[in-house]
């Protein structure tokens, strides 16, 4: 099992740019989370897919649209990149116990 | 005042030494606890949950106090690969499962 995994693994974009990060788990697990990790703080809730059709708000959403594609796959969407989102980026999914998984991240760069 | 807060360290701690990190929250109705373990530039992965008996993992002790909102890891015999950053993770549900995550706390175990 591969676990969560997550492409591309580095991204540089100037701003107004946009692009798609992808996730996919194989864990059969139902929920899955977007994070992003800034210096000095602790892991912020982008938006997260409690089940397979269903997403909603985390806490820092602007700027960010997701897709739950299939219950493997939850893609997350920067329309118009902006030098704030420069961050690293974490997917993860949650296991019954409650237990969450990530991805090895994206670092992402936006000039 | 954060909703979970952890010292920042760092610990600079001999091999073979005892170290015992601490985290508070601040939601009385968080309901799951956990310890992750994240190694520089990399993905948090799960140490230990937290349960409310208390639990050991091999030379890992995790404490849930629920009447002072906080929750310990205690690590004896500490080995250079210890070195990592450990976040306290807390766990609460209002419709869908929402995790708090400390800003981790650095150790750095020396020879």
């Known amino acids: 099992n591969a676990g969560v995994t997550q492409t591309p693994k580095f991204q540089v974009l100037k701003t107004g740019q946009s692009m798609t990060l992808q996730c996919a788990q194989d864990?059969?697990?139902?929920?899955m989370y977007w994070y992003r990790q800034d210096p000095g703080m602790g892991l912020r809730l982008i938006y997260y897919?409690?089940?397979?059709?269903?997403?909603d708000k985390g806490e820092v959403p602007n700027g960010y649209n997701v897709s739950r594609l299939n219950k493997r796959e939850f893609s997350l969407r920067l329309e118009s990149a902006a030098p704030s989102q420069t961050s690293v980026y974490f997917c993860?999914?949650?296991?019954?116990?409650?237990?969450?998984?990530f991805g090895p991240g994206t670092r992402l760069t936006v000039l | 005042r954060k909703e979970v807060e952890q010292d920042p360290g760092p610990f600079n701690v001999p091999e073979g030494a005892t170290v015992a990190f601490n985290c508070t929250y601040s939601?009385?109705?968080?309901?799951?606890f956990f310890w992750y373990r994240q190694d520089c530039r990399k993905e948090p992965k799960l140490l230990m949950s937290?349960?409310?008996s208390g639990n050991e993992d091999g030379r890992f002790t995790a404490q849930l106090n629920r009447a002072s909102q906080y929750i310990s890891l205690l690590i004896r015999d500490s080995k250079l690969s210890d070195s990592a950053t450990y976040l306290c993770?807390?766990?609460?549900?209002?419709?869908?499962?929402?995790?708090?995550f400390g800003t981790g706390t650095r150790l750095k175990v020396l020879a």
């Open positions: 993860a999914s949650t296991s019954s116990y409650n237990e969450q998984f």
């Open positions: 864990m059969n697990h139902n929920s």
């Open positions: 897919s409690a089940s397979e059709g269903t997403t």
């Open positions: 939601n009385s109705a968080s309901q799951s």
């Open positions: 937290v349960y409310s």
């Open positions: 993770v807390v766990n609460s549900f209002s419709g869908t499962y929402k995790y708090i």
